[in-house]
C-alpha cells in the first residue's frame, strides 16, 4: 500500500490525499480546477452581460444570482446608501449608458416608478394634461367639423364623409 501524501487544496482550502508521485495535483478536483481564479477562463470576477451590464462576482452578497454575481451598478448605489437594496428596488441609469456605473449617473426606483419614468421618457405626451387653450380649440374643431366628437385632424369635406359614410354601410350589409 503507498503512502499518500496531504496536500490543501489552492481553491476551497479542503484537506485531500494525493499519491506522492503526482506532485503536480494542486486541487482536490476538477470543480476546483475549472472554477474561480485558477480557472483559463476567470477574468477577475467581472463579466459583462448580453443585455450590456455588468456583473461582479461576490461571495458573501444576500443578492447574489445563481452564479455568484450581482450587478455593479448595484452594487454602487448600496455603497453610496450604506446598506443592502432591496430585490424590489431598481436601479436607473440617468444617460440610458449601462456600463456607466458612476454614483451620480446612477437613481434608484421602485418598478412602477421605473416604468413610469421610462414612459414619460420615450413619449413626450404621455402623462401631460392638455392645458385650457388646448382643451378650447378642441373643442371648437369637433364643433365646427360637426359631428361632436374630437376630431382633432383638419376638418374632412362633404365629399370625404359621403365616402366613408356609404363605405361603412356596404360594410355592415356584408356582415
Known amino acids: 500500500m503507498k503512502k499518500l501524501i496531504s496536500r490543501i487544496c489552492l481553491n476551497c482550502n479542503k484537506r485531500f490525499e494525493v499519491n506522492p508521485k503526482n506532485t503536480r495535483q494542486k486541487f482536490c478536483s476538477r470543480y476546483c480546477v ?8 476567470w477574468k477577475g470576477g467581472i463579466h459583462i452581460e448580453t443585455k450590456g451590464y455588468i456583473r461582479i462576482k461576490q461571495r458573501n452578497h444576500p443578492y447574489i444570482d445563481k452564479q455568484g454575481y450581482v450587478l455593479e451598478h448595484r452594487l454602487a448605489m448600496e455603497q453610496s446608501l450604506g ?16 456600463t456607466d456605473n458612476r454614483i451620480e449617473n446612477l437613481e434608484i426606483f421602485n418598478a412602477s416608478e421605473h416604468r413610469r419614468k421610462h414612459n414619460l421618457e420615450n413619449n413626450p405626451f404621455k402623462g401631460k394634461k392638455h392645458t385650457l387653450e ?9 364643433i365646427r367639423n ?3 366628437k374630437w376630431n382633432i385632424g383638419r376638418p374632412r369635406s362633404e365629399e370625404t364623409k359621403q365616402r366613408i359614410s356609404e363605405g361603412q354601410k356596404r360594410r355592415w350589409a356584408s356582415l
Open 134 to 142: 388646448t382643451k378650447k380649440r378642441m373643442r371648437e374643431t369637433a
Open 83 to 98: 446598506r443592502y437594496l432591496l430585490p424590489y428596488e431598481i436601479v436607473h441609469h440617468k444617460n440610458h449608458i449601462k
Open 146 to 148: 360637426g359631428n361632436g
Open 34 to 41: 475549472n472554477n474561480g481564479s485558477f480557472s483559463a477562463m
